[in-house]
């Protein structure tokens, strides 16, 4: 597995996210949240296997929490490098309104994940990252080492490379969604040095939820889907290896962030990362055979509010 230097951590390409520790999540979720007992073998195998960080967030139930008590019984803590974020606040606040909700935020992932310091936080609301200097002073009162930013679209996420503030923005990208490729901003964010953190991969289960579910409001999915699986099959690769790799192959992706409920999925993930990169031919090929599909398609949270668990 390829390793991403970030400052001073070494992390690894698979970010092991976490959602689903503390929330059912993801509309192809059949398995719904593991037992604390699942997620300890997840953990201690995916550590095990060089996973060496963790997405999570307040917001994804009580998955801060679980984290914090698993990595200090499986004696990990020191292994792991957690990125949370902050809670989401309003667009209007004074200056010392946030500085109070960012430091009580700060406090309480301290308290869940059971650490002296958070390695990587960030805004978990892009337009929250007008509180920039709230959360820098968190950094100069050593309680955050890097400050980031998760965005929702290819605009913010220019935006929030070309500020200077942040050192790390989590994005969503993926075979069926190419937008911040198309608008330049993996290259602007390698060329200034940003880490960038990839989500949503798999489009939470949209690439993989058999045909005869899918949802009349997301069928606009299916014809592209097929042409990717017709491209898969020739290239002798499952969908989910074409789909990752074509992330991996991403110049300016510093670590991919995927979910699961099983330790199987883990187990397959890994596989995953044992992979090469695409050839420039394949990469192509996909890249010309991919549609700009609608928003309300390719952005889960843009999906009808039953779809969102």
């Known amino acids: 597995m390829k390793n991403y230097a970030f400052r001073e951590y070494n992390l690894s390409q698979f970010m092991l996210g976490t959602v689903q520790f503390g929330a059912n999540y993801g509309i192809a979720n059949q398995a719904g949240r593991p037992s604390y007992q ?7 195998c995916a550590a095990t296997n060089g996973v060496n960080c963790l997405d999570t967030a307040p917001a994804y139930g ?21 990125v949370t974020k902050m809670p989401v606040m309003d667009d209007n606040l004074k200056p010392a309104e946030a500085d109070r909700l960012i430091r009580q935020g700060v406090e309480a992932s301290l308290k869940n994940l059971q650490l002296d310091v958070l ?27 890097h400050a980031g930013v998760s965005v929702n679209s290819p605009e913010w996420a220019l935006k ?9 923005i989590q994005l969503p990208t993926s075979i069926l969604d190419q937008r911040y490729l198309k ?22 289960g949209l690439l993989f939820l058999p045909e005869n579910e899918m949802p009349a409001e997301l069928s606009a999915v299916m ?21 990752a790799c074509f992330v991996m192959s991403l110049e300016g992706a510093s670590c991919l962030v995927m979910g699961l409920e099983t330790l199987e999925q883990l187990q397959d993930n890994l596989k995953l990362f044992e992979q090469e990169s695409l050839s420039a ?25 039953r779809f969102n668990k």
């Open 62 to 82: 009580d998955s801060e929490k679980i984290i914090g008590r698993a990595i200090r019984e499986l004696g990990i803590a020191d292994k792991m490098t957690v």
């Open 183 to 204: 608008q330049g901003v993996f290259q602007e964010a390698k060329t200034r040095g940003i880490a960038l953190f990839v989500r949503s991969v798999y489009v939470q």
């Open 38 to 44: 699942t997620v300890l073998k997840i953990l201690e």
């Open 160 to 168: 929030t490379v070309r500020s200077g503030n942040f050192e790390a």
């Open 119 to 145: 390695p990587i936080y960030l805004f978990h609301k892009e337009s929250n990252a007008a509180y920039a200097d709230s959360l820098l002073l968190m950094k100069e009162k050593g309680l955050v080492k």
């Open 223 to 243: 014809e592209t889907r097929r042409r990717l699986e017709q491209i898969a099959a020739k290239a002798n690769m499952s969908l989910a290896e074409l789909a």
């Open 281 to 305: 031919e394949l990469f192509r090929n996909i890249f010309e055979n991919v549609p700009q599909l609608p928003d309300n398609v390719i952005v889960p949270h843009l999906w009808p509010k």
